[in-house]
C-alpha cells in the first residue's frame, strides 16, 4: 500500500465511524395479515416478531372501522406506541375527497402525526364490455386526487397512491404522474408496489417506474409473486417473500441509493396455515435483505 494512502486510512475510518448512519426505512406489517388480533395483541406480536412499526388498516373491515375513525384510530396507535411500535402509514379505502370519513379520517391521523396514507382505488371501467373513456376516468380521477391534496395539506398528512396491477387506474405509474405532477409534492406521492409494478412491466419496466415513483416515493410494499397457468389462464400466484419474480435485492439497493426512509410495508397475500408464522418467516427474510441493501 502507498505509504500516503496507507496513513490516510485511519482518519478515514474515524471520519467513517463518526458519520451519521442514514436512516433506515421503518418495516411494518400490513395489519390486514393479523385481522384477528385486537390493539393490544397486535402490538405485542409486532413488537416479538421484530417489526418496527404497523400499517393500520382504516378501512371497511379493517382494524378501524373509517364510522369509528374518531374514537378508536387514538386507542388503537396508543396501544401499538405502548409496544414500541410506530404507525408511520394508514390504509384507507378513500376515494371521494368530500365524503364526510374522508375528512373525519385524516383530520384525526393528522392530530396522531401519522406521516401517510394509502388512498383507495379507482377502476378503469366498470362496464362489462371493458369499454373506457380513459381521458374522462383520468380528469376524474385527477380530481379526487386535487381534493385529496387540499386535505392532505389541511391536516399535514401526505397521500399516497399505490399502483395496482390490473383495471386499476394508476398501474402504470406514468398515469400516477401525469395526475399529480403539478399537485404539492409535501402531500401527494407514490406508493410503490414492486410487485404489481412487475407484473404490469415484466423484467425491466419495473425498474424504470421506480425511478418514476423515486420523484416523489412515500411508501413502498413488500410482497411476492410469480405467474402461474390455472384453469387456462396466467394468473398472478403469491408467494413467500424471495420466492417469486420479484428482484428485491435490486429494488432495496435501488432504494438505499436513493436514502429513501419512508415505511416498507410487508404484506403476506399468499395462502397458509399459520398466517402469523408466515408474517414472522417473511419479516425474517425482509430484514436480511435491507441491512444487505443498507449495509
Known sequence: MHRRAFLATPALLAAQQ????????????????????????LGKYCRQVGLGGVDLTVRPGGHVLPQKVTDDLPVAVAALQAAGLKVPMITTGLTNPKAPEAAATLRKAGELKIPFFKLGYWRYSTAADGAVDLDRKLAEVQAALAGFAALSRLYNITAGMHNHSGNYVGAPVWDTWQLIQYLDANFMGFYFDPAHATAEGGAWTWAASLELALRRLKMVAIKDFYWEKREGKWRMRWCPLGQGMVDWPAVLKRLALAKFSGPLTLHVEYESPDELKSNADDFATLKKLVDSAWA
Open 18 to 41: 463518526s458519520a451519521p448512519a442514514a436512516a433506515r426505512p421503518t418495516l411494518c406489517l400490513f395489519s390486514k395479515h393479523a385481522a384477528k388480533l385486537n390493539y393490544t395483541d
